[in-house]
T-cell receptor, first 113, second 114 residues
Framework: GQSLEQPSEVTAVEGAIVQINCTYQ??????LSWYQQHDGGAPTFLSY????GLEETGRFSSFLSRSDSYGYLLLQELQMKDSASYFC??????????????FGIGTKLQVIP | NAGVTQTPKFRILKIGQSMTLQCTQD?????MYWYRQDPGMGLKLIYY???????DKGEVPNGYNVSRSTTEDFPLRLELAAPSQTSVYFC?????????????FGPGTRLTVT
């Protein structure tokens, strides 16, 4: 089967750095994506890691270790607008025309002044 | 580009009623998806389509049907609505199978079945 684990809630101070972890069990694993979702809004794509290592996009970075079945999203210089839920999504094998994707339950990040 | 649009934004159904959730994308994406998101949960795939005329079941297809007559439109049909179908429904699209990790989501339809 496919499963992901991530913390349900994280609180961090404005201007600080926060790391949101995600561990996965996915057969035929291809890569790990991260999405941001504000309350009442749609998920928006942040990053994707197919290879081990760190990918940086502005204040956000994402890391993957395939040997440890583990990834994380790093948010730097936190701003109040970063308060949202963050989902990791693991991509598995192709089956016909479809690449199986499993989403985590999301980590609700609260940024406090 | 409007991206992915969904209508309606909100809907209340009585048990046993039917409705169609509309989804349209203007990015000429081949791949389209329907997800449901229950409170405090991740997204569950209901149906997907790899192009006009081709659809297939996802993880939780029971109680739903889809069609894909054009590249742009991917409506989701609920027949005989049940309280268990109370959820937020998101439509998404990707350019190709190889870029399925980057999905573009619509704003969602919030459905309550009472």
């Amino acid at each position: 089967g496919q499963s992901l684990e991530q913390p349900s809630e994280v609180t961090a101070v404005e201007g600080a750095i926060v790391q949101i972890n995600c561990t996965y069990q996915t057969s035929g694993f291809y890569g790990l994506s991260w999405y941001q979702q504000h309350d009442g809004g749609a998920p928006t794509f942040l990053s994707y890691n197919a290879l081990d290592g760190l990918e940086e996009t502005g204040r956000f970075s994402s890391f993957l270790s395939r040997s440890d079945s583990y990834g994380y999203l790093l948010l730097q210089e936190l701003q109040m607008k970063d308060s949202a839920s963050y989902f990791c999504a693991a991509f598995g094998p192709y089956s016909g025309g479809y690449q199986k994707v499993t989403f985590g339950i999301g980590t609700k990040l609260q940024v406090i002044p | 580009n409007a991206g992915v649009t969904q209508t309606p934004k909100f809907r209340i159904l009585k048990i046993g009623q039917s409705m169609t959730l509309q989804c349209t994308q203007d990015m000429n994406h081949n791949y389209m998806y329907w997800y449901r998101q229950d409170p405090g949960m991740g997204l569950k795939l209901i149906y997907y389509s790899v192009g006009a005329g081709i659809t297939d079941k996802g993880e939780v297809p029971n109680g739903y049907n889809v069609s894909r007559s054009t590249t742009e439109d991917f409506p989701l049909r609920l027949e005989l609505a049940a309280p268990s179908q109370t959820s937020v429904y998101f439509c998404a699209s990707t350019e190709s199978r190889g870029s399925s990790y980057e999905q573009y989501f619509g704003p969602g339809t919030r459905l309550t079945v009472t």
